[in-house]
Structures are given as C-alpha cells and as structure tokens.
C-alpha cells in the first residue's frame, strides 16, 4: 500500500522546500498519494469523515508542514482535531485506526539547526517541538518513525534574508531525495 502524505502549507506557490519536496513526491503516484489540505479545504472545513478513510486506504501517513510559531500550521491542527476522533483514532469505541500505521513527520525548520539546542538561541530541540505530535501518535498506538527535517539558515534582523535563506540547487535536491528516502524507509 502507498504512503499517505498530508501537505498543510498555506502559500505552497511561493514556498521553496515543501514545493520542492511535493514535486518529488508527485513523480511517483504508484508509492505516494499528496494531499494539499489549504487546496482541498481552502474554507478550514475538513471532512473529517473522508480524511479518516483517505488514511485507512494507505499504509503510512507522513504530516508534512513548515514549523510556525514553533508548532505546525493551524489547519493541520484543526485537522487533527477533527479526524483523529474519539472512536476512530483512539478509544475503547473500536478506536483503533491508526494502530500500528507508520507515521512520521516532515519539516521545514527555517532555523539554523544550532539554534534549535539548548545552548542555542531558542534553547529547545526540534524533537522537544515537535513531542506532541509523537505523543498524539503514541496514544493512538500508530508506530511513529520520528521525522524528517530541513533547517534554514535563518538571519539575525536586519539581514537580507530572501537571499541568504535560499538553498542552493543541489541543496535543495540532496534534500529531496533525502526526504523519498526517509519516506521510504518508514
């Protein structure tokens, strides 16, 4: 069965790593189905009902997104709120939907990876950030594979961050293939 990849990026068009990551993912429909959650639910109104067979139809669901504020994008919260359901995602109700399923999460971090230590400027990993979600998926007894991440090169303020924040070409593509690979490997 194919992989599950949930895409919640408000701006894709103008993003560079997760359209870069979402184009490679779409050379290959026979292992990887993409779902753009702002493309298919531009109003914030999840059909929580498709979304939770849409995930029993696949073996693996990755969440792919940008860090925000230090967490995901609110409509990937929103849709986690109301696909992974009592009775569905968890429960003594035949909550049992995402147990076992590989689950694994794609970011892009913006930060420097330094940055995110704690000796570092925000004095918190990326797996500390990012602990609830494997907590989500740890109750819902999925079998998470951890993530998947790309750090930015963030400037101090005042920097010219539009050009030094782009990865280079190859950069860009070693991160694409690396993240297929992670994928892969689930």
Request: proline share 5%.
């Amino acid at each position: 069965m194919k992989t599950l990849v949930i895409v919640t990026h408000p701006s894709i068009e103008t993003s560079v790593i997760n359209k870069r990551w979402v184009e490679e993912l779409k050379k290959y429909p026979e292992k990887y189905t993409v779902h753009e959650l702002h493309k298919v639910y531009p109003d914030g109104n999840i059909d929580a009902e498709k979304e939770q067979q849409l995930i029993e139809s696949h073996s693996n669901l990755v969440l792919q997104f940008p860090i925000y504020w230090f967490n995901c994008p609110p409509l990937l919260k929103k849709w986690l709120d109301d696909v992974f359901a009592y009775g569905w995602a968890y429960g003594s109700n035949g909550g049992d939907k995402l147990k076992n399923r590989k689950a694994a999460l794609a970011v892009s971090a913006g930060i420097k990876k330094e940055d995110y230590s704690e000796e570092g400027r925000y004095r918190y990993t990326l797996e500390h950030l990012l602990s609830p979600f494997e907590t989500t998926f740890l109750y819902c007894n999925a079998d998470y594979r951890s993530f998947f991440a790309y750090y930015g090169k963030e400037n101090e303020p005042g920097g010219n961050e539009e050009e030094e924040n782009e990865p280079g070409a190859s950069e860009l593509e070693k991160s694409a293939q690396d993240y297929l690979n992670f994928v892969d490997n689930l």
